[in-house]
């Protein structure tokens, strides 16, 4: 069975600072892993996407994250970070079948001026 | 492009009353599917389908029925909705590794 796991429910950080969300991922089977972005009473928006072609990943607002099949990890990184960061991080992986995605309970990333 | 149309996006219920969550896709998707976010829960699986008249169970289906009698057209029942149904709903509709999510419903149940 597929699972991921987001360490740390929730991370603070000063702007301009490094922005690191955690995910581990359990797959018997090559993953597609995903990292969407929610902010407040919006719905889902799609960061960015590893689909097995390059390991690290670009996405958009500045965000990327590196598929590391060693660790069965897919952080996601942002070197610099900004006010409008702040929202819920959710990492997930495709199902085997390719039918649904299982999410992580997501990180909540603050920024502090 | 409308991609995945969700309606109600807020509805406020009362125990015991029965109501349906509507999903529509226009990208001709065989693939829908249900989730509902609580806080610190993430997002878990209801229900999907993987094709007109084919449905199954996810992570959470117990109160909720569905039906795919469309490929379009994926709708969530709530049959006696209880208050541990409040939540926020999404419905997502893919191909491969393309997947859209509708707006997401607030659902209140009091």
């Known amino acids: 069975a597929q699972s991921v796991t987001q360490l740390g429910s929730h991370v603070s950080v000063s702007e301009g600072a490094l922005v690191l969300l955690r995910c581990n991922y359990s797959?018997?089977?090559?993953?597609?892993l995903f990292w969407y972005v929610q902010y407040p009473n919006q719905g889902l928006q799609l960061l960015l996407k590893?689909?097995?072609?390059?390991?690290l990943v670009k996405g958009i607002n500045g965000f990327e994250a590196e598929f590391k099949k060693s660790e069965t990890s897919f952080h996601l990184t942002k070197p610099s970070a900004h006010m409008s960061d702040a929202a819920e991080y959710f990492c997930?992986?495709?199902?085997?079948?390719?039918?649904?995605?299982?999410f992580g309970k997501g990180t909540t990333l603050s920024v502090s001026s | 492009n409308a991609g995945v149309t969700q309606t109600p996006k807020f509805q406020v219920l009362k125990t015991g009353q029965s109501m349906t969550l509507q999903c529509a896709q226009d990208?001709?998707?065989?693939?829908m599917s249900w989730y509902r976010q609580d806080p610190g829960m993430g997002l878990r699986l209801i229900h999907y389908?993987?094709?007109?008249?084919?449905?199954d169970q996810g992570e959470v289906p117990n109160g909720y029925n569905v039906s795919r009698s469309t490929t379009e057209d994926f709708p969530l029942r709530l049959l006696s909705a209880a208050p541990s149904q409040t939540s926020v709903y999404f419905c997502?509709?893919?191909?491969?590794?393309?997947?859209?999510f509708g707006e997401g419903s607030w659902l209140t149940v009091v």
């Open positions: 997502a509709s893919s191909s491969g590794t393309a997947i859209y």
């Open positions: 797959s018997s089977v090559p993953p597609y």
């Open positions: 590893y689909t097995s072609a390059a390991t």
């Open positions: 997930a992986v495709q199902n085997q079948a390719g039918t649904a995605l299982i």
């Open positions: 990208m001709n998707h065989e693939y």
């Open positions: 389908s993987v094709g007109a008249g084919i449905t």
